[in-house]
């Protein structure tokens, strides 16, 4: 939540979702393998009255081509009613860090496009217009894909690149029994469960043989990978597997 200003900048962009949405998939391009993939993170949270339209646009955001839509719950949210069921203290800190390295605020729903960009996750219009603005600026990149039960990442990269291994739960339906969203039930996507950091990248083609266990985490029904630059900062590549 982020004070009065935010809850109306929320309703101007939830009016406007219908059409913005319809002019994105006219514009999107038929081929979505020629995108480059893009991270989107939501921060959010179940005790917030803010938070249900975005997490709405991320269930929407995850069909488009190439997008990399998860959520990541946070808990400060917990003191103020209702204890979110899915959120993760890591997720909180992850959060902080992104705010502390932008200088910028911690706020819900918050959007981190390719840990690049800090915006309101509402705000559909503004998220698309940085995944846009991101691909046009960026070009080719690393790449990270599955391979023969294989990660296999492959590009050049400017500096070492964190790797890291993120259960998801595809989606979860929670009945709200408190806070401000009290008696209402939502649907929450691709719901981080877990992180396993899997090593250092500094560049060129490199095959990581997984186990299989890896893909089989507890609660978890999908995986995505995520390699980045150490300390909350860029996003250098990403994709589910």
């Not at 808990?75 to 103020?80: E, F, H, S």
């Given at each position: 939540m982020r004070r009065p200003l935010v809850s109306a900048l929320l309703l101007l962009a939830a009016c406007q979702r219908a059409p913005e949405t319809a002019q994105r998939a006219q514009a999107r391009p038929a081929d979505g393998a020629a995108l480059r993939p893009v991270l989107v993170e939501l921060f959010t949270s179940q005790g917030c009255s803010s938070c249900p339209p975005a997490d709405a646009f991320l269930d929407r955001l995850q069909h488009e081509p190439n997008i990399v839509a998860i959520s990541r719950h946070?808990?400060?949210?917990?003191?103020?009613?209702?204890?979110d069921t899915l959120a993760r203290q890591e997720d909180t800190e992850r959060q902080r860090a992104y705010a502390a390295r932008h200088g910028d605020e911690a706020y819900t729903p918050q959007a981190v496009v390719q840990g690049r960009v800090l915006l309101i996750g509402g705000r559909e219009g503004a998220v698309h217009r940085a995944i846009d603005e991101y691909r046009a600026a960026a070009g080719a990149g690393p790449s990270v894909r599955l391979e023969r039960?294989?990660?296999?990442?492959?590009?050049?990269?400017?500096?070492?690149?964190?790797?890291?291994?993120?259960?998801?739960?595809?989606?979860?339906?929670?009945?709200?029994?408190?806070?401000?969203?009290?008696?209402?039930?939502?649907?929450?996507?691709?719901?981080?469960?877990?992180?396993?950091?899997?090593?250092?990248?500094?560049?060129?083609?490199?095959?990581?043989?997984?186990?299989?266990?890896?893909?089989?985490?507890?609660?978890?029904?999908?995986?995505?990978?995520?390699?980045?630059?150490?300390?909350a900062g860029q996003v250098l590549a990403a994709g589910f597997l």
């Open positions: 946070v808990t400060w949210w917990d003191r103020l009613g209702w204890r039960g294989a990660l296999v990442l492959d590009g050049a990269v400017a500096g070492p690149a964190e790797i890291r291994l993120v259960a998801l739960r595809s989606r979860v339906r929670v009945a709200i029994g408190g806070g401000e969203n009290v008696g209402r039930t939502y649907d929450y996507v691709n719901v981080v469960v877990a992180e396993t950091p899997l090593g250092t990248w500094r560049g060129g083609r490199l095959r990581l043989p997984l186990a299989p266990g890896r893909l089989r985490t507890p609660g978890a029904d999908r995986h995505a990978v995520i390699v980045q630059e150490p300390g």
